[in-house]
């Protein structure tokens, strides 16, 4: 059952870890300077019920569209993240 992932399943699964290790690292940041807590907070939690949702319905292919979805989701909210430090800054 040791079903070798093709590079593409590769490569969605290290673009869906990587708005989740930002989330851990804006919750961290967050917390050292008491802004966007709540956010901060809620967004990793988001994510782990996003990601498992998905993969559970996808019957665990990494690149079902459902997945890449939630991948796409998560890949907004860092643009949309990033365009509000730009306004405040």
């Known amino acids: 059952m040791s079903e070798e992932l093709t590079r593409s399943a590769k490569l969605w699964a290290l673009a869906g870890a990587i708005p989740f290790l930002l989330s851990i690292l804006l919750l961290g940041f967050a ?11 809620g967004w ?9 949702g998905s ?16 991948v ?7 643009a949309i993240l990033i365009g ?3 306004r405040v800054l």
Request: no cysteine; charged share 10%; proline share 7%.
């Open 31 to 41: 917390l050292s300077r008491q802004v966007l807590v709540p956010f901060a907070i």
């Open 44 to 52: 990793p939690i988001i994510q782990v019920f996003g990601y498992w």
């Open 55 to 70: 993969l559970k319905r996808a019957a665990g292919q990494v690149d079902h569209p459902l997945v890449k979805t939630q």
């Open 72 to 78: 796409i989701l998560h890949w907004t909210m860092i």
């Open 84 to 86: 509000i430090a730009a």
